[in-house]
C-alpha cells in the first residue's frame, strides 16, 4: 500500500550472503519504488559494506526501510535504529525473518521499543516460518541515545598476553554490538598471542578476518611492523581504527 503511489525510496538492509538472496525476494514487491539503496554491513562479493546507512540527501531520506531480524540481539537493535534513523517523519520500518520463529515476535517488539522513540508496531503475518512486523516513524525516529553508530560505542578492558607472561592490558579498548567474541579476546586468540613469537621490525603482515584489531594491537605492542587489517563487517572495521589507529 505504502509503495502502490510510486515515487518513493526504499532502503534494502543486507547485512551477509544469505540476506542478500532472501532480500532478492522483495524485488518485485519494489518495482514500483523510485530508487531501492542498500545498506550492507558485511561485504559481500564486490558489494561494499557501510558501518551505517546514510539517505542519498538530506532532503530525501527513505519512505521505506526493509530488514531482516538479526539472531545477535545487540546487532540487531544497532541494524533498528541504522534503518531508522534514515527514513523520513512518517516512514515505514519493516521487519522480518524465516525459519523458526519462535519467540521472534515479542524479541522484535522488545526491540524496536528500545529503539525507535514511540513505537507502535503491527504484525503483518505471524505464522511458525515467516514473521513480518512493521512500525512507523514519528516525530522522533531512532532514541537520542541510539542514532548515531558512536551512541553505541562501548569501552571495555582487554588484557593481551605478550612475551614473558606479559599482559599488555588496554583500558580503552573499543567495540560495538555484534563484534566476534564482543570485541573483546576469545580463548583460541588468547591463545594464539601466547605462543606467537614476536615477528621481526618491519615485517610486513596481513590480518585477515581482524575483528577489532586485538591481534593487530599485540602485535604493534612487540615490535614495529607494517599492518594491513581486513575484515568482511564494516562496524568491525571502524572498530580497528579506533583501537589501532596507526
Sequence with gaps: ELL???GKRVLLVDDDDHDVACGAAWMPLLSSAQDVYHWRRFACGDKEAHAWPSPPDSEHRFDLSILRMHFHAGAFQLALAAAVSCLQRKG??????????????QAAQVAMAEVIEGA????LVD????LVITAERGTGGSRASKATLQNWREVITVRLPMPDSILYTRDDWC???GLFAAGGLDVMTEALLSAL???APGTK????????????AALLERAEVELTLMDADAVAMQACRENVPR
Design 127 to 130: 505464522t511458525p516460518s515467516v
Design 205 to 216: 603482515i596481513l590480518d585477515y578476518g581482524c575483528g577489532s584489531g586485538t591481534i593487530a
Design 175 to 177: 567495540t560495538y554490538p
Design 4 to 6: 502502490s503511489s510510486g
Design 197 to 199: 613469537p614476536a615477528p
Design 120 to 123: 507502535t508496531t503491527e504484525v
Design 92 to 105: 515505514l520500518l519493516l521487519v522480518w525473518t524465516d525459519g523458526s520463529t519462535a519467540g521472534s515476535l
